[in-house]
T-cell receptor
Framework: GAVVSQHPSRVICKSGTSVKIECRSL??????MFWYRQFPKQSLMLMAT?????????EQGVEKDKFLINHASLTLSTLTVTSAHPEDSSFYIC?????????????FGPGTRLLVL | TQLLEQSPQFLSIQEGENLTVYCNSS?????LQWYRQEPGEGPVLLVT?????EVKKLKRLTFQFGDARKDSSLHITAAQPGDTGLYLC???????????FGKGITLSVRP
């Protein structure tokens, strides 16, 4: 079964509004979660690393004031797209790091489709 | 910047055929993961390979990690339409636990 959930699965909003996406690890604690963006027919692009109890680490070119990340607990990270514009429309996917016997493994959420009108 | 090159980028085959796809890099990874993604969904982990030379089998899928831990291959035996999807490889480095993704291989299996 799914080990990482995302909510909502899809959202449509007006330009200029803010949208919050939640990512939850369901049966394990994740000190580190990741947020990705994926455009049609392209691979996943890492946006930022979300660390529980500290500030997120953003990849080069990703605006931290536009994409606010809060890792509120060991099972929850949120991504808020502030003042969304049509070019922010994309598929946003989170993942959570899980320690296993074979080392770290990232488990991905089902994604959130954002459409900004 | 570490890069993972996946090939071929697109592959369309008939049901029942065998295929091999590749994931290559000039960098060494502590582990490499293969994911399968269907449209509108998140990637689903298929396998993690850690040891150089390691071979892992998942039903009709065989994964191999190169001896130098820089490359990997995925072989599918007797492909089925249900195998259709985007296959992504991703390498994990020790630094920050970040995954580096390849661009993916779009596989289409025709009935």
């Amino acid at each position: 079964g799914a080990v990482v959930s995302q909510h909502p699965s899809r959202v449509i909003c007006k330009s200029g509004t803010s949208v919050k996406i939640e990512c939850r690890s369901l049966d394990f604690q994740a000190t580190t979660m990741f947020w990705y963006r994926q455009f049609p027919k392209q691979s996943l692009m890492l946006m930022a690393t979300s660390n529980e109890g500290s500030k997120a680490t953003y990849e080069q070119g990703v605006e931290k004031d536009k994409f606010l990340i809060n890792h509120a607990s060991l099972t929850l990270s949120t991504l808020t797209v502030t003042s969304a514009h049509p070019e922010d429309s994309s598929f946003y996917i989170c993942s959570a790091n899980r320690d296993t016997l074979r080392g770290e493994t990232q488990y991905f959420g089902p994604g959130t489709r954002l459409l900004v009108l | 910047t570490q890069l993972l090159e996946q090939s071929p980028q697109f592959l369309s085959i008939q049901e029942g055929e065998n295929l091999t796809v590749y994931c290559n890099s000039s960098s060494v990874f502590s582990s490499l993961q293969w994911y399968r993604q269907e449209p509108g969904e998140g990637p689903v982990l298929l396998v993690t390979v850690v040891t150089g030379g390691e071979v892992k089998k998942l039903k009709r899928l065989t994964f191999q990690f190169g001896d130098a831990r820089k490359d990997s291959s995925l072989h599918i035996t007797a492909a089925q339409p249900g195998d259709t999807g985007l296959y992504l490889c991703a390498g994990l480095t020790g630094a920050n636990s970040k995954l580096t993704f390849g661009k993916g291989i779009t596989l289409s299996v025709r009935p």
